[in-house]
C-alpha cells in the first residue's frame, strides 16, 4: 500500500506564501504522476496542480502564475509553492499519487489534508 502525507498547511495573511509538501510511501511501486486537490466548505472538489514523471504540469485557471508544483523523484515527494495567497485559497489541500506496483496493478492514494487558511 503506498501511503500520502502532506504538511506545510497553516494561517498566512493575504499576499503571504506558503509551501506544502507530500510524500509517498511504501515499497515496491512506481509514481506516474502527483497532484494537490483542495476543497473549501460549500465548493466542490478541485484540482490545484500535478505533476507526471515526465515533468509535465496543470494548473487550475485560479492559481497559474501564483502557485509553482515541482518534484523530488528521488524522494516520492512534491512541493506546491503557493504565493499572492487571497481568502479565497482557503481550503483542506488533499494530495494525491497514481502510479503502479511492481507486482502489477494500479494505485491511487490519497492523504488526509492539510488545512490552508488565508485571512488578515
Known amino acids: 500500500q503506498v501511503h500520502v502525507v502532506e504538511s506545510g498547511g497553516g494561517l498566512v495573511q493575504p499576499g503571504g506564501s506558503l509551501r506544502l509538501s507530500c510524500t509517498a510511501s511504501?515499497?515496491?511501486?512506481?509514481?506516474?504522476?502527483m497532484g494537490w486537490y483542495r476543497q473549501a466548505p460549500t465548493k466542490q472538489h478541485e484540482l490545484v496542480a500535478s505533476?507526471?514523471?515526465?515533468?509535465?504540469?496543470n494548473y487550475a485557471d485560479s492559481v497559474k502564475g501564483r502557485f509553482t508544483i515541482s518534484r523530488d523523484s528521488a524522494k516520492n515527494t512534491v512541493y506546491l509553492q503557493m504565493n499572492t495567497l487571497k481568502p479565497e485559497d482557503t481550503a483542506l489541500y488533499y494530495c494525491?499519487?497514481?502510479?503502479?506496483?511492481?507486482?502489477?496493478?494500479?494505485?491511487?492514494?490519497w492523504g488526509r489534508g492539510t488545512q490552508v487558511t488565508v485571512s488578515s
Open positions: 505533476i507526471t514523471n515526465d515533468g509535465s504540469t
Open positions: 511504501g515499497s515496491s511501486f512506481s509514481i506516474y504522476a
Open positions: 494525491n499519487a497514481q502510479g503502479t506496483y511492481y507486482s502489477g496493478g494500479p494505485f491511487d492514494s
